[in-house]
């Protein structure tokens, strides 16, 4: 299994990123998906989740209106649209394989990509 993601960068505050999750070793379509972040000092946060067909979405508050999580089982790929970014976005963001969702557990975890909002 192999998570890659990319599309970090640096932003000014309300600005817009894309980020991307290239998948392989699985079979993709078959699993859920999240994206998770850590900011620097602070523990791991939850921002988003897409169910296998990707008619299903979950989103923390603190994104819900500015960030939309979709996929393409096509291509293998999680992406994770950003907009209207805040200071407080700021950290690294991984995505990961969800084992169970509820429950927030999840197997696999890419390298993360660096998401800096900053004027």
């Known amino acids: 299994v192999q998570l890659v993601e990319s599309g970090g960068g640096m932003v000014q505050p309300g600005g817009s990123l894309r980020l991307s999750c290239a998948a392989s070793?699985?079979?993709?379509?078959?699993?859920?998906m999240t994206w998770v972040r850590q900011a620097p000092g602070k523990g791991p946060e939850w921002v988003s989740a897409?169910?296998?067909?990707?008619?299903?979405?979950y989103y923390a508050d603190s994104v819900k209106g500015r960030f939309t999580i979709s996929r393409d089982n096509a291509k293998n790929t999680l992406y994770l649209q950003m907009n209207s970014l805040k200071p407080e976005d700021t950290a690294l963001y991984y995505c990961?394989?969800?084992?169970?969702?509820?429950?927030?557990?999840?197997?696999?975890w890419g390298q993360g990509t660096q998401v800096t909002v900053s004027s």
């Open positions: 897409i169910n296998t067909g990707g008619g299903s979405t």
């Open positions: 070793g699985f079979t993709f379509s078959m699993y859920d």
């Open positions: 990961a394989r969800v084992s169970k969702l509820v429950e927030k557990e999840y197997d696999y």
